[in-house]
Nanobody, 127 residues
Framework: QVQPVESGGGSVEAGGSLRLSCTAS????????VAWFRQVPGKKREGVAA????????YYADSVKGQFAISQDNAKNTVFLQMNNLEPGDTAMYYC????????????????????WGQGSQVTVSS
């Protein structure tokens, strides 16, 4: 059983930065695919970035490459999403998701690939 818990959301002006944290309570954290998704009302949940904790492999949506960075602290069972140069278009509820095993390059951004989800953390970017 994994229960991801997000933290670090909030409000920021355009151009600012935020770092989201996702802590997962599991003994198998070291072999887990952990991803960040975001969703705005009326739209589908979008995969933003993922990391396989086993070998630090990372995956990004094209829309955030060079702007967001995913990383991990294995000793703390925590995955981070550093978000820089934020724009109003990045405003969304951000969710952490986890599944045991590797991240598959072709499906890491698929909602159906994850068994465990956090409650979400709101990020609001004002212009």
């Amino acid at each position: 059983q994994v229960q991801p818990v997000e933290s670090g959301g909030g409000s920021v002006e355009a151009g600012g930065s935020l770092r989201l944290s996702c802590t997962a309570s599991t003994d198998t954290f070291s072999t887990t695919c952990v991803a960040w998704f975001r969703q705005v009302p009326g739209k589908k949940r979008e995969g933003v970035a993922a990391i396989y904790t086993g070998d630090d492999s990372k995956y990004y949506a094209d829309s955030v490459k060079g702007q967001f960075a995913i990383s991990q602290d294995n000793a703390k069972n925590t995955v981070f999403l550093q978000m820089n140069n934020l724009e109003p278009g990045d405003t969304a509820m951000y969710y952490c998701a986890a599944s045991f095993g590797i991240c598959w390059a072709t499906i890491w951004a698929s909602v159906a690939n994850y068994n465990y989800w956090g409650q979400g953390s709101q990020v609001t970017v004002s212009s």
